[in-house]
């Protein structure tokens, strides 16, 4: 995939922060740009980045880590008088450095997927709900590598806004092409703390099979990203809100 300019926002502190928007959808339209950005963490954001992100829309946060990681490395947003601040932590089986102390062997990340859409279904109604409903602006959803939990979020909106699969896949895999850095970091780290090499890079790999079987589970098991949706107790009035905010008609 050639990645549009104003995909990647190019940051000193952050390598992951990726726009959602410019994605064809099934009616004609596509995804609106600086409506949603998908992110890696931001605690070593620089101040001109900060400005950066607030000047190109930002309004609200929502920071996917658990407590844990937060205390590790606080948000800068927290707090912020101008950001709608939220913490929803959303499965800490997906963090990568204490998901791979310690441990063995490889990871599954297809079966942890599976897990967080089976298992983490009312976190996950709250970060869509929060993102429908956000003010006006830019809205960034985040974790720590910008690869797994915000993987999640992000294949939801995009299914949800009609997106096809190959290209939800296609977003996924992004990150082992613009996150180099990020991933060496995370890796040094991980492995620092007791976890195997092998697991450590079987953790941080985007194989595009991982998020495919996402999408196929969602649909084989759930019916559907629409469907699962309203299953975990999100009504028509917030997805239609949520899918007026992601799209719009093409230029």
Not at 137 to 142: A, D, K, P, Q
Not at 178 to 185: C, M, N, S, T
Not at 187 to 212: C, K, N, Q, W, Y
Request: aromatic share 4%; glycine share 10%; proline share 4%.
């Amino acid at each position: 995939m050639t990645i549009p300019h104003d995909r990647l926002l190019r940051l000193q502190g952050a390598h992951n922060i990726r726009d959602l928007g410019g994605y064809a959808v099934a009616d004609g339209n596509e995804t609106k740009w600086r409506a949603a950005l998908r992110g890696d963490g931001l605690a070593r954001l620089s101040a001109g980045d900060r400005a950066m992100l607030l000047g190109e829309g930002l309004r609200t946060v929502i920071d996917l880590r658990s407590r844990h990681e937060r205390q590790a490395e606080p948000n800068p947003f927290e707090g912020h008088p101008n950001v709608w601040f939220h913490n929803i932590p959303l499965f800490g089986a997906l963090a990568p450095i204490e998901a791979a102390k310690g441990a063995v062997g490889r990871f599954d990340m297809a079966a942890r997927y599976r897990e967080a859409i089976d298992h983490c279904q009312d976190q996950i109604a709250q970060v869509i709900s929060t993102i429908a409903s956000a003010d006006d602006g830019v809205v960034l959803f985040h974790c720590s590598a910008g690869k797994d939990r915000t993987g999640i979020i992000a294949a939801l909106l995009l299914s949800l806004a009609g997106v096809d699969d190959d290209t939800i896949v296609e977003d996924y895999v992004l990150t082992a092409a613009v996150a180099a850095p990020l991933l060496e970091r995370l890796r040094a780290e991980a492995i620092g703390r007791g976890g195997s090499a092998e697991l450590v890079d079987s953790f941080l790999t985007s194989e595009p099979e991982t998020m495919r079987g996402l999408l196929t589970h969602i649909a084989q098991a759930h019916g559907g990203t629409a469907a699962y949706l309203s299953a975990i107790g999100l009504d028509p009035s917030i997805l239609a809100t949520l899918k007026r905010r992601l799209t719009s008609p093409v230029a």
